[in-house]
């Protein structure tokens, strides 16, 4: 069954508006989720680590303040796009990794495909 | 920092036939390598993954990847394809060990289509 379950998987949203993804991870705790986006004809690009209890952590080039994160609990951790614009439009993706294990695989969430429109 | 490269954007193979999907890497340190696969409507699944140990993996529905250190590569194989395989196949990487364990590096992709 799945063990990570992502929350839309289709929105579509008009431009000026903010749009909340949820990321839960089922099967166990995670003090650590990241957030991926996938353009079409391209390869998933990371955007965050979501830190459960603290700060995201965000990759080179990655506004902080558009793509606002929340990791609340051990298996939530919520993307806001804030302002979307057409150009934000994309497929959001997340992943969870087992707390505490290192060298360990990563399970992805289903995606939420965003139109901003 | 890291960067994945993928060969082949898109393979097209009758069934039967055998595969072989390449992914180079580029990293200096020690790193966990994966073969993720992506099947139309459905999320990313794990084919296989290599940490250590023998460099030729096997993973499920009868994949394997050999890593070959010296050469940055880790590709992946089928001796016979089916219809089912026709999917979107993803090689990543992360930092063995570490705080960014979870941190993956992801090729552009291959989407391979099989014909019956």
């Known amino acids: 069954g799945a063990v990570v379950s992502q929350h839309p998987s289709r929105v579509i949203c008009k431009s000026g508006t903010s749009v909340k993804i949820e990321c839960r991870s089922l099967d166990f705790q995670a003090t650590t989720m990241f957030w991926y986006r996938q353009f079409p004809k391209q390869s998933l690009m990371l955007m965050a680590t979501s830190n459960e209890g603290s700060k995201a952590t965000y990759e080179q080039g990655v506004e902080k303040d558009k793509f606002l994160i929340n990791h609340a609990s051990l298996t939530l951790s919520t993307l806001t796009v804030t302002s979307a614009h057409p150009e934000d439009s994309s497929f959001y993706i997340c992943?969870?990794?087992?707390?505490?294990?290192?060298?360990?695989?990563?399970?992805f969430g289903q995606g939420t495909r965003l139109t901003v429109v | 920092a890291q960067s994945v490269s993928q060969h082949n954007h898109h393979v097209i193979l009758s069934e039967a036939a055998s595969l072989e999907l390449g992914c180079n890497y580029s990293?200096?340190?020690?790193?966990?390598l994966f073969w993720y696969v992506q099947y139309p409507g459905q999320h990313l699944q794990l084919l296989l993954k290599?940490?250590?140990?023998?460099?030729l993996v096997k993973g499920i529905k009868g994949f394997e990847a050999e890593f070959i250190k010296s050469k940055f590569s880790f590709n992946l194989r089928k001796p016979s394809v089916q219809w089912s395989d026709t999917a979107e196949y993803f090689c990543a990487v992360t930092n063995a060990g570490g705080t960014s364990y979870g941190k993956l590096t992801f090729g552009q992709g291959t989407i391979l289509t099989v014909h019956p």
């Open positions: 992943s969870v990794t087992r707390a505490g294990l290192m060298n360990t695989e990563a399970f």
């Open positions: 990293y200096g340190g020690t790193v966990n």
């Open positions: 290599y940490f250590s140990g023998d460099p």
